[in-house]
T-cell receptor
């Protein structure tokens, strides 16, 4: 399996621009997670989906952030408009359901976002 | 709400030294515990996990962790570190509700050759 795939790997944009991050989970994984990693705040869960439905979005910082999962093999995290404080590495992870051996979350390589 | 605390933010060791990284969690119910590792420039990978049974868990690359319920701790250990163990280590907890992981702040380990 190719693992969790994220694109782009690096994104540099200017303040005010829209940014879209993409994630393809491992095939057959029902859960998908978006995390943000910064030096100041560490690794934070932003939102997670189960069977394409958002379950908990309490970690989404503000209305500028939105996430969608239109189907089982694709999710996006959008920031509009972007701000310099959004600069971070954004990770996507996926897992099976807990009772089906979904004890391990598999992480993608991350997208390093820089907002100038 | 569950929380995870990693006491050491930065650790520097020489090769062959023993390693112990502290992790304490706060959660009232049954927990699942994890250690993930992030090598420089790479994504997080699972080192080991505890669900139930023997509280001493062995993971990959010679790492082990011990779950001490009375202390709400899940410390990571390795008897003899190598330069290639230089990485950031994250402790994480998952409670009964949902499938969310709560991560600690991470510990950056540097092993000097």
């Amino acid at each position: 399996d190719a693992g969790v795939i994220q694109s782009p790997r690096h994104e540099v944009t200017e303040m005010g621009q829209e940014v879209t991050l993409r994630c393809k989970p491992i095939s057959g994984h029902d859960y998908l997670f978006w995390y943000r990693q910064t030096m100041m705040r560490g690794l934070e869960l932003l939102i997670y989906f189960n069977n394409n439905v958002p379950i908990d979005d309490s970690g989404m910082p503000e209305d500028r952030f939105s996430a969608k999962m239109p189907n089982a093999s694709f999710s996006t995290l959008k920031i509009q408009p972007s701000e310099p404080r959004d600069s971070a590495v954004y990770f996507c992870a996926s897992s099976l359901p807990p009772l089906a051996g979904g004890d391990t979350q598999y992480f993608g390589p991350g997208t390093r976002l820089t907002v100038l | 709400a569950q929380s995870v605390s990693q006491h050491n933010h930065h650790v520097i060791l020489s090769e062959a030294a023993s390693l112990e990284l502290g992790c304490n969690y706060s959660y009232g119910g049954t927990v699942n515990l994890f250690w993930y590792v992030q090598y420089p420039g790479q994504h997080l990978q699972l080192l080991l996990k505890y669900f139930s049974g023997d509280p001493l868990v062995k993971g990959i690359k010679g790492f082990e962790a011990e779950f001490i319920k009375s202390k709400f701790s899940f410390n990571l250990r390795k008897p003899s570190v190598q330069w290639s163990d230089t990485a950031e280590y994250f402790c994480a907890v998952r409670g009964n509700a949902g499938n969310m992981l709560t991560f600690g702040g991470g510990t950056r380990l540097m092993v000097k050759p």
